[in-house]
């Protein structure tokens, strides 16, 4: 069965970077786009980040925009996200999404990667704290 696991979590300082992985099992990254999900306590899930590994595409949230990036490695099918400038805000679960991107769903997916119910595969969820 296809799975999404997450690793990286744990406790920061305010101002820390963090990075977090995101590696499928029975499927490559090949013509799939990876979000990642934050879900602050008490909160509904919110998309930050998109990874279209076709086109090599980033979406971004405002929250994160200029702080967290992506990067890949293709050896090791995993896709991380790196956070910079960490504040308390960040705090909270972090999910990891896939979903199929290819031909049609690429044109529309810059309207389409914020919704959860677009995605086809999700991760178990990882923690975050950043506090002083």
């Known amino acids: 069965q296809a799975r999404l696991t997450e690793s990286g979590g744990g406790l920061v300082q305010p101002g820390w970077s963090l990075r977090l992985s995101c590696t499928p099992s029975?499927?490559?990254?090949?013509?799939?786009?990876i979000t990642w999900f934050h879900q602050a306590p008490g909160k509904e899930r919110e998309a930050i980040l998109c990874?279209?590994?076709?086109?090599?595409?980033?979406y971004y949230g405002d929250s994160v925009k200029g702080r967290f990036t992506v990067s890949k490695d293709d050896a090791k099918n995993t896709v991380f996200l790196e956070m910079n400038s960490l504040n308390s805000d960040d705090t909270g679960d972090y999910i990891c999404?896939?979903?199929?991107?290819?031909?049609?769903?690429?044109?529309?997916?810059?309207?389409?990667?914020?919704?959860?119910?677009?995605?086809?595969?999700w991760g178990q969820g990882l923690q975050v704290n950043v506090s002083s």
């Open positions: 990874f279209s590994n076709n086109d090599g595409r980033t």
């Open positions: 029975g499927f490559t990254l090949d013509n799939w786009a």
């Open positions: 999404a896939a979903k199929v991107a290819e031909l049609t769903i690429l044109l529309e997916l810059g309207r389409r990667w914020r919704d959860p119910l677009e995605y086809d595969f």
